[in-house]
């Protein structure tokens, strides 16, 4: 089921008492969750380096998409996300997974695209197992979140959009006494 927590494209939202440092105040997009395991990309993790400072004459537009990073596993990967839906499998409405680097770039010279050094991985059931623990908050995902919010704002903002007792956690983890 796409959207939801039993398939692609949603979001982990790391709860404040998610102290590894890969993930402290992460906002991690799934690419795929099944019963084989789960995979994802943090979305703000901005490395401040763009395609252009890893490889060469990537195109005049593609050059300047923004790398962020991915998740501490296999680091030596590169995944695209864009918001065109011809670039490669569409996770969401306004998301894709880009297939390769030229598909992406031959769309608009890659405009809007957003580059992922590794990722977060998950065996099997152990996104269950943490989330049950309490490590993370499932919440639904719009392509607002991966393109629009400044990547600052997003952990406390998704979580201000999920209310009630998750609007409390986004104001510096929910603790009053720094509020």
Request: no cysteine.
């Amino acid at each position: 089921m796409t959207g939801g927590p039993d398939g692609p494209g949603f979001l982990l939202v790391a709860s404040p008492e998610l102290l590894d440092p890969n993930f402290a105040r992460t906002v991690v997009l799934t690419i795929t969750h099944d019963d084989e395991g789960s995979y994802g990309l943090v979305l703000n993790r901005p490395l401040g380096r763009t395609l252009r400072d890893v490889m060469p004459a990537p195109g005049d537009v593609g050059g300047e998409i923004p790398l962020f990073q991915g998740g501490p596993v296999q680091v030596n990967v590169l995944q695209l996300l864009s918001p065109d839906p011809a670039a490669g499998r569409e996770l969401l409405p306004g998301v894709t997974l880009g297939k390769d680097l030229e598909s992406v770039l031959g769309i608009a010279d890659g405009r809007g695209a957003r580059g992922f050094v590794g990722y977060a991985g998950w065996g099997a059931r152990q996104l269950e197992s943490e989330t049950a623990e309490g490590s993370w908050v499932i919440a639904p995902a719009r392509s607002e979140h991966v393109f629009e919010i400044p990547t600052a704002d997003l952990w406390p903002t998704v979580l201000k959009e999920l209310g009630g007792q998750y609007r409390w956690l986004s104001m510096e983890g929910g603790d009053p006494d720094v509020n």
